[in-house]
């Protein structure tokens, strides 16, 4: 957490920020083997925070979905899409690699974003 609030992130998205960090980390835990990296970094307006692990997600859909109420997984892949600006997924043979993007205070979309919030026209 200490990360993202010396980010200048506000409280409420910090606390978004720990959560969907948090989420894929025991995912790490349950699911990978136990063990993994994580990094994090500022980038261009963004916190972005980085796990790698050994577990393969075999869904390229993953955590994008609404998952049915009564399924026994993938709840917590959907939280974390709803958490923080953009979540990317890379899996494969040799494991999944996510990165968590969270916007920063005062920073501005980028025009491609800002064209998908309005419709096609630019703003």
Known sequence: SGVAEASGLHDDRAVEFVLAVSEVAGNTLKHAGGAGTLRCWQADGELICELRDRGRI??????????????????????????????????????????????????????????????????
Not at 88 to 106: A, I
Not at 111 to 121: H, I
């Open 58 to 123: 075999g869904d390229p859909l993953a955590g994008r979905r609404l998952p049915a109420a009564d399924q026994a997984g993938g709840h917590g892949l959907w939280l974390v899409h709803r958490c923080v600006d953009l979540v990317e997924v890379r899996s494969g043979r040799d494991g999944t690699l996510t990165r968590l993007h969270m916007r920063l205070p005062g920073t501005p979309w980028p025009a491609v974003a800002r064209e998908r919030l309005v419709g096609s026209r630019a703003v």
